[in-house]
């Protein structure tokens, strides 16, 4: 069994073009497990294998990658034995519109490095993974990429983490030099220099003095570093008080490591990936300051049957539980499921419980994945990830555990895609295989949805953001072999209601012989707000107040069926309804005409009827647009977003450029980045993610109205 002290479990993430796929392919190379180091923009890095990101330069999805690196065992000293340390490392997509790829990563990793512009600072995508991190309370270094490019502030960026994101920042490292003049860090524990070697790629260095303008800056910062971690040793303080020359390094090492992982502090280092310096200090922290498989607390989960919570030790010894977390397609071995172990021990080729179908599963072959690539291993033991060739029915999100001790682990959040595409077969040749491409699609990406459009027959997708969907349709027609007409984006809009109403639907049916009967008295409307905060992913709040016999208990679920089912299409336009509030108090029933199916007919009739008169009000999703431009263009940039009917929510400058946020309607925001492009010369860029539904203008209401019940012709 391996030692999981030295197993990591850590992911890298950012805003995008922070150099996450850059850094993960010099960590590679600096283990040993490539000999050439290739290039983003060469198409040539391990982790961006699809052809789509060798085209653009982008990562779309993540990708899982396993390596040994050599680190001192004895607390970092140069005369210990050098110990393997076994990383399991992901690689993720930094694109809002694949943000899944992140917060499936983070629900299965022990640690992360957060990667940062030493230009750009802390972006919008940096806010979005901080958030998907603290949600899964995983511990975290930052590490400052670029300090070799024009305008790189190492500790500009370290203070823009203090404030935008909430966290105690404690520099570990101070830059020697900056932008052209960059050459390496002094090492703050150490009180030393380290110079790369270029030559060598990075692979060596020289330890060196610090340098003398530096000193008085460095003992500052040793001394904040000193005093944020000391709380963690009491020991530590004593000596930081009475005599701060006697604190050993190895007394500062375990202090950051207790912090770290406590989610106290997040230790920051820098360096250029590009230029092949830091990366190894990095890796170096990774080993000292980051949680092994044991260090996490045991995972908890729920007992299927009983719903107690029940907790899984990280040991070989305990029942076999383990998360699927990712599935993936492979032309060669077919469908492969991406889990992490918890707990216990699995060989390839034995069984395992899924508990949402509650069925056996056989894994016939375990893999270690090496991005796409695979190689088979005979077992997988907790503490690592791997993936499962040879199953039945998995899906992300799945438990996997032992038959005879059934456990439920937590999903993960799967955020509500808000833009839609229309798209539809060119020949009946890719009919079938249209079919079979978006199963398998929707199978790996649980963002993307598939639904069938009653008028039209069209079959829509609904994804996270255009650029999501045009991949996908890219991929349908390359690894696939299917080729499509696609429509125009369509904005995802939903329905609610603002009123809450009294209600009596009744239904009466006879044809002959026997007949149908259901009467039901409701309350109908929007959902409580106190409810709606205690269940965050719900939707349909459903309060059954029936007393006295007037309808049989047995009714009841085909009651909230009918109503639940009838939410996927609206009264007003047929969107999908967000936050409704049924309560049943009284109704009544035929001994004979009565069953299960009147009932739902009733509710679906009902839902008709009362959402007519509940004052139903479309919801479009409003988005979160932060635009980074050069002063002269800024008049432009907001009058556009004023048009745009974007609220403005505050401006910033950041290294001699200006930093525009507001939160803006996704239908104002079609071919936006075009339109920037052209207004600023191309010298403003544009992020965008989704921020949250809000109620539409009337005049676009009853546009978008008109136009789903055909008054209006729409434009192709």
């Known amino acids: 069994m391996a030692d999981l002290r030295f197993n990591r479990n850590f992911g890298i993430a950012a805003h995008i073009d922070a150099g996450k796929t850059t850094t993960t392919e010099r960590i590679l190379r600096y283990t040993g497990m490539i000999h050439r180091i290739g290039e983003v923009h060469d198409g040539a890095t391990t982790t961006d294998w699809m052809e789509q990101e060798k085209e ?205 992982i406590d989610l106290s502090i997040v230790p920051m280092m ?158 009946q040749v890719d009919v079938d295989r249209m079919g079979m491409a978006i199963s398998k699609l929707v199978e790996e990406d649980p963002t993307l949805r598939v639904r069938t459009d009653e008028d039209t027959g069209q079959t829509i997708l609904s994804g996270m953001g255009e650029l999501h969907l045009e991949i996908i349709v890219d991929r349908m027609r390359r690894e696939f072999k299917v080729e499509v007409n696609q429509g125009n984006p369509q904005v995802a809009y939903k329905e609610a209601f603002n009123a809450t109403i009294t209600h009596r639907e009744v239904l009466k049916k006879q044809t002959g012989g026997r007949g149908k009967f259901a009467d039901i008295q409701f309350d109908f409307g929007p959902a409580d707000k106190d409810w709606l905060e205690a269940n965050p992913k719900e939707h349909f709040q459903f309060v059954n107040d029936l007393f006295g016999g007037s309808i049989p208990r047995e009714f009841v679920p085909a009651i909230e069926k009918g109503f639940r089912t009838s939410m996927t299409t609206g009264v007003l336009a047929g969107y999908p309804v967000d936050n409704m509030k049924v309560r049943v108090y009284d109704g009544s029933f035929h001994q004979v005409d009565s069953d299960a199916m009147s009932f739902e007919l009733c509710a679906k009739g009902g839902f008709r009827e009362a959402g007519r008169k509940a004052k139903p009000i479309l919801l479009e999703p409003i988005m979160k647009v932060e635009v980074v431009t050069p002063d002269q263009y800024m008049g432009d940039v907001t009058g556009d977003l004023n048009r745009r009917r974007g609220m403005m929510e505050g401006m910033d400058s950041r290294a001699n450029l200006q930093v525009i946020k507001a939160k803006v309607p996704l239908s104002e925001m079609f071919g936006y980045v075009t339109q920037l492009r052209s207004m600023s010369s191309g010298r403003a860029t544009s992020t965008m993610e989704f921020s949250h539904y809000a109620p539409a203008p009337n005049n676009i209401a009853e546009e978008v109205i008109a136009k789903s019940k055909g008054k209006v012709k729409v434009e192709d």
């Open 56 to 260: 653009r330069g982008i990562t779309i999805t993540s990708a899982a990658v396993s390596c040994l690196w050599g680190f001192p065992t004895d607390k970092g000293t140069a005369t210990a034995d050098t110990k393997k340390y076994y990383f399991n490392i992901i690689d993720t997509p930094g694109h809002v519109d694949f943000t899944v790829e992140v917060e499936r990563s983070m629900r299965v990793l022990d640690g992360l490095i957060a990667l940062f512009s030493a230009v750009d600072g802390v972006e919008p995508q940096s806010e979005t993974v901080w958030r998907q991190a603290n949600r899964y309370k995983v511990p975290r270094i930052g590490f400052v990429n670029k300090m070799d490019r024009a305008g790189a502030d190492f500790l500009m960026v370290v203070q823009q983490v203090k404030d935008m994101l909430g966290a105690k920042s404690v520099p570990l490292q101070l830059p020697i030099g900056a932008e052209d003049d960059f050459k390496g860090v002094v090492d703050l524990i150490r009180m030393k220099g380290i110079v790369w070697h270029m030559e060598t790629e990075g692979m060596t260095f020289d330890e060196i003095p610090v340098p003398e303008d530096m000193m008085e800056e460095a003992k500052l910062w040793r001394q904040n570093l000193i005093e944020a971690v000391a709380e963690y040793d009491d020991k530590l303080l004593e000596k930081f008080f009475d005599d701060p020359d006697t604190i050993s390094e190895e007394e500062v090492h375990e202090a950051i490591r207790k912090a770290t």
């Open 270 to 427: 820098c360096g250029s990936s590009f230029k092949n310096k830091g990366v190894q200090t990095a890796l170096d922290a990774v080993c000292r300051y980051l949680p092994s498989p044991l260090d996490v607390e045991a995972i908890v989960g729920t007992d299927p049957d009983t719903g107690e919570a029940i907790s899984r030790q990280p040991n070989a010894k305990e029942p076999f539980s383990a998360l699927a977390f990712k599935i993936m397609t492979d032309p060669f071995v077919g469908r492969l499921a991406f889990f992490r172990c918890y707990s216990g021990h699995l060989d390839a080729g034995s069984y395992v419980r899924n508990v949402r179908s509650g069925k056996n599963e056989r894994i016939s072959r375990i893999m270690k994945m090496f991005a796409n690539k695979q190689n088979p291993i005979d077992f997988i033991e907790a503490g690592d990830i791997a993936a499962a060739v040879g199953f039945k029915e998995i899906k992300t999100g799945d438990t996997l555990c032992d038959e005879d001790h059934l456990i439920t682990l937590e999903n993960m959040f799967i955020p509500e895609p808000v833009i839609s595409v229309a798209v539809e077969p060119k020949t």
